[in-house]
């Protein structure tokens, strides 16, 4: 499997890159949606090892400008395993898979317990309980910032983000001015993995998979694009209708289990929560409000400065 990075100079190249994705299996990581293509964009899409030389041929024909990211996926994934802290348990310095993940967030809270407790906001589609850690010093009528890592099942890093994270405010509390400041003043509400059955799916079956892995009455295809699930902009720009898109925004509002508790959790603690942080990985961007539209939120400026 390679990953090809183009770069459409016009309409007409953009014409192209959708024509290729109408007629073979494109999975696109920057933009995640054939949609969202624009002229003058980096544009990343992996495609499968027999497809890989006729996609190269119509690159070329057509004059699109392009090179190869990765090419050979296969070995970049492995490589993943090849970590220096290849132990039997949890590490910080490797990718953890969801048992371990789980056990953990009861050891940092037994370890911890003047600054995190666990909770459990949900279960998934497949019956996982959804843990929660809240990570700061108690005190009376305190503000939370939330924070969830996971949302898109191949995206390892930012479950791994979420772990250090908890290490970090842990280890320097009490050391560093900042996080002691920042825990005696704010509560953190930690979701280390939001999407655990597709996380849990890409450790034994697909690497690549990006959903929930809900079944969809009518179709054969598996799982919603938790990100596109919220009833905020639902099923407008950027989102899919098909099922068996990578972006599709399932059947309905929060239709899906794991979105439900999580928005549940937000409104029923809206009073205090301050700010939400969702932690993606792969294009190096800060991205804030609004995804399903291209006009800026009313607190642009605000979160500019901030």
Not at 62 to 83: K, M, P, T, W
Not at 84 to 98: F, L, Q, V
Not at 207 to 224: A, D, L, V
């Amino acid at each position: 499997q390679k990953v090809f990075r183009v770069i459409p100079q016009n309409d007409e190249h953009v014409e192209i890159i959708n024509s290729l994705a109408s007629n073979i299996e494109v999975d696109f990581w920057q933009p995640d949606s054939v949609a969202l293509v624009r002229p003058k964009m980096e544009v990343d899409f992996r495609v499968e090892a027999d497809l890989s030389l006729e996609v190269e041929d119509l690159l070329k024909e057509s004059g699109v400008e392009y090179r190869i990211l990765i090419d050979n996926l296969q070995a970049a994934l492995d490589a993943q395993f090849d970590s220096k802290a290849r132990t039997a348990g949890h590490s910080y310095e490797k990718y953890n898979n969801w048992e371990m993940i789980a056990a953990w967030t009861a050891e940092i809270a037994a370890q911890n317990p003047s600054l995190v407790s666990r909770s459990v906001i949900g279960e998934t589609y497949e019956g996982r309980p959804m843990y929660l850690l809240k990570v700061g010093k108690s005190g009376p009528n305190k503000k939370a910032i939330f924070m969830d890592c996971g949302f898109h099942a191949r995206e390892w890093i930012s479950p791994a983000f979420c772990q250090w994270f908890v290490k970090e405010a842990v280890e320097t509390y009490g050391k560093d001015t900042v996080m002691t400041t920042l825990l005696d003043s704010l509560d953190f509400y930690v979701l280390p993995v939001f999407n655990i059955d597709g996380y849990v799916y890409t450790w034994t079956t697909n690497r690549q998979w990006r959903k929930t892995r809900s079944k969809n009455p009518g179709s054969s295809c598996i799982g919603t694009d938790p990100n596109r699930n919220f009833n905020a902009g639902w099923c407008t720009a950027g989102a899919s209708k098909n099922p068996c898109a990578d972006t599709y925004c399932g059947s309905a509002p929060e239709s899906e289990k794991e979105t439900k508790a999580l928005a549940d959790f937000i409104r029923e603690h809206v009073s205090t929560i301050k700010a939400y942080l969702t932690i993606h990985s792969y294009s190096q961007l800060l991205l804030f409000p609004y995804s399903y539209t291209y006009k800026l939120s009313p607190d642009n400026e605000e979160l500019v400065s901030l």
